[in-house]
């Protein structure tokens, strides 16, 4: 029986297309890269952003030094980076226009202010879960 929790999960990775993963990494070792690749074969538009890889690609997918240096909407951001800094990465993705649909927060990574923040703009908010476990475990299938 689906709860109340897994079906706002399943709802969001059921509606959002264009995934900007901020963090995302170029190397085969970090949870990021296998998260990205994971993504983008399962039907996504994933962008990264880290500012070390601004102008390269990985399968394909392009990378920004910034969320605001995407030319174009972004559904969910998912931040790969520290709780420290969680709250920035947010704002800055609060200031974009149009604002994305959801915030999603890494295993580990929890800012309940920038959350706050983000809900009271009426963007849905997840934290310390990861997508690709959640997609796995929901065995949710895309079109």
Known sequence: MIN???AFLRNILL???????????????RPSYVVFSYLLARGYQVIGVNPSLAGKSVHGAAFFKTLADVPQPIDMVDIFRNSKVAGGVVDEALALDPRPQVIWMQLGVRDDAAAARARALG???VM????????ERLAILKA
């Open 123 to 125: 963007v849905e908010v």
């Open 4 to 6: 109340d929790a897994d």
């Open 15 to 29: 509606t959002v297309k264009t995934i900007a993963m901020v963090g995302a990494s170029d190397k085969e070792t």
């Open 128 to 135: 310390n879960r990861c997508p690709k476990i959640e997609y």
